[in-house]
């Protein structure tokens, strides 16, 4: 069982940063495989990044190249470093986690309550 909280979400301008920060509870934050999803208002929710356990690092097609994903075991944290942030990034942004990786077809086991991110234009 794990509890996930966000942070660093905001407004920015357009091509600008933000870094969102997780930090989970848990006994063994080094098992899991923690992720970020967004979605915004009326879509569907979006698979941003995944880290898992053994620091296999997978991204959406839509960031590729402007985010990255990171972890720090020893602060039980996950990051995600956003930058040349465009309007269409603007959404609540989710962590997750779940036992080694992510599986796409069945998701994460446990999630965040998400932070807004809003990019101006």
């Known amino acids: 069982q794990v509890q996930l909280v966000e942070s660093g979400g905001g407004l920015v301008q357009a091509g600008g940063s933000l870094r969102l920060s997780c930090v989970a509870s848990g006994r063994t934050f080094s098992s899991y495989a923690m992720g970020w999803y967004r979605q915004a208002p009326g879509k569907q929710r979006e698979f941003v990044a995944q880290?898992?356990?053994?620091?296999?690092?997978f991204y959406g097609d839509s960031v590729k190249g402007r985010f990255t994903i990171s972890r720090d075991n020893a602060k039980n944290t996950v990051y995600l470093q956003m930058n040349s942030l465009k309007p269409e990034d603007t959404a609540v942004y989710y962590c997750?986690?779940?036992?080694?990786?992510?599986?796409?077809?069945?998701?994460?086991?446990?999630w965040g309550p998400g932070t807004q991110v809003t990019v101006s234009s």
């Open positions: 997750a986690a779940s036992r080694g990786v992510i599986v796409a077809t069945t998701g994460p086991l446990y």
């Open positions: 880290i898992t356990s053994g620091s296999t690092i």
